[in-house]
């Protein structure tokens, strides 16, 4: 069970890890964006292996289901040439700037979490579904409230924004 | 190495793949993937410390679907502001969109 464990958790990295590749370095957005999806259901894959199904099920519907979607509309309503937006690649410099970016804030956060190990209790906590509904209308409904009005907020204006121009000139 | 070192790893590798992506892609909506990457980094290192530590896992549980209320929301506000950005300059590439105005 425990080998098993190990090797779903090796399939699950190897999907974000190559997921995620392709998401950054494809020239092409679209396949930038399938990158995105497989880097997500692995990420899906992870809650599920970390005993929180619940996670793994959001993770897909809100993710793959809503905000892929929404990048895909984005993609298409800017009509990027099919070559792709990012055919001539970046210069080396930038390359190397990005790179040294990445690395310094990796090293830092690699050796925090490799050096200052926290006591785990090893097996994953299973909470169930009647209690996470509990606690977002019990001790955390502010949250839950405060979360609707904004996506209320950013659905009203991202209407506003689409729509003003149009009617403007 | 414990199973959450493991764990915090491969969110550090989303957060990386992330930044890197945010400083070398030149269109607004490759940067917008890579977000995405990084908020999903965060998430899943939040689920993972909640759920093998002693601390609280269902606040674990509610705070990552809160981030993952929160990208939505965020991507719904970026795909406006990236349409009206392709309407007036016709791209959304980062080296075209440099015209402030006061």
Do not use: H
């Amino acid at each position: 069970m425990e080998n098993m464990a190990k090797i779903v958790f090796g399939f699950y990295t190897l999907i974000i890890l190559g997921g995620s590749l392709v998401a950054v370095g494809a020239k092409s957005l679209v396949r930038a964006m399938v990158g995105l999806i497989a880097t997500l259901l692995g990420v899906a894959g992870m809650y599920m292996l970390l005993n929180a199904q619940f996670m793994a099920l959001m993770q897909i519907l809100i993710y793959v289901g809503a905000v892929c979607v929404l990048i895909f509309f984005a993609i298409m309503l800017t009509r990027a040439d099919a070559g792709g937006e990012e055919a001539a690649s970046a210069p080396l410099r930038q390359n190397l700037l990005a790179l040294t970016a990445v690395l310094s804030v990796g090293g830092i956060l690699g050796w925090l979490v490799l050096t200052r190990p926290l006591a785990t209790t090893g097996v994953p906590v299973e909470v169930s579904i009647e209690k996470l509904g509990l606690g977002l209308l019990g001790p955390y409904g502010l949250a839950f409230e405060l979360i609707s009005v904004v996506l209320l907020v950013s659905m009203a204006g991202a209407v506003l924004l689409a729509w003003e121009r149009r009617n403007g000139k | 190495m414990s199973a959450l070192t493991l764990y915090q790893l491969v969110a550090l590798i989303l957060l990386m793949a992330g930044l890197f992506g945010i400083s070398q892609r030149r269109s607004l909506v490759g940067m917008l993937i890579s977000v995405e990457l990084m908020l999903n980094g965060a998430g899943l290192s939040i689920v993972a410390a909640s759920q093998l530590t002693p601390a609280n896992a269902m606040l674990g549980q509610l705070g990552t679907l809160f981030v993952m209320g929160l990208a939505a929301a965020e991507a719904t506000l970026v795909l406006a502001i990236i349409v009206v950005i392709a309407r007036r300059f016709g791209t959304t590439k980062t080296s075209v969109i440099s015209t402030l105005k006061g």
